[in-house]
């Protein structure tokens, strides 16, 4: 093996090395508000969590599209500074005109269709505050992906470590506060939008 071929299998292994440890570290960021949250929210609650985590993952699927890979892919493809800027600055109008208006159609749309799928859960304020949070949150993937090609994988992993102790922290002061099931869905939307503000700026 060449010194550049083991010089890129060693990156590659610190690189998901470093993405494993920081997808546990998250993962267990939610086991450790579990205890907190049986303590204060009904199985009322816990169902409208689990409800709209679904819709979350479900709409981020839907707004990325599968860019923050296929930008990747084509990061390596641009030779100049310029292609590369040009890239991504196009994805980020794309992302963001499209995102903005699926967001608008869902929350004009979706009051109407909703109640005909999920009764008890209002849509209003639990899907519109969702909607909001994927929107920024698709809105900072692309600065997220640009971090990982430019080999600045621990900058990456500490904004995601912060951003998940962020939500925890917010939405367990939120749940304690007395909002119930809405303190998570508002912990998630102040951490993502400081995330996104962060981001965006660096």
Do not use: K
């Amino acid at each position: 093996m060449t010194r550049p071929s083991r010089s890129r299998v060693v990156g590659l292994v610190r690189d998901t090395l470093a993405y494993s440890l920081g997808l546990v570290l998250r993962r267990g960021l939610g086991v450790l508000t579990l205890p907190l949250y049986a303590r204060f929210l009904s199985a009322h609650d816990f169902g409208i969590i689990a409800i709209v985590a679904t819709v979350r993952d479900l709409l981020t699927v839907g707004y990325e599209m599968g860019t923050p890979n296929s930008s990747a892919r084509f990061y390596y493809d641009c030779r100049t500074e310029e292609e590369r800027r040009r890239l991504f600055g196009s994805l980020f109008v794309f992302l963001t005109a499209t995102s903005l208006l699926a967001s608008l159609a869902i929350v004009a749309v979706g009051p109407l269709l909703w109640p005909r799928v999920v009764a008890d859960v209002p849509f209003h304020p639990f899907v519109t505050l969702t909607v909001a949070t994927v929107l920024l949150s698709v809105m900072g993937v692309l600065p997220r992906t640009i971090f990982r090609v430019t080999d600045r994988v621990p900058l990456f992993m500490t904004l995601a470590l912060v951003q998940g102790v962020v939500s925890a922290a917010l939405s367990v002061a939120l749940v304690v506060a007395g909002l119930g099931a809405l303190g998570p869905i508002l912990g998630a939307l102040g951490s993502t939008t400081l995330f996104f503000s962060f981001s965006t700026g660096t």
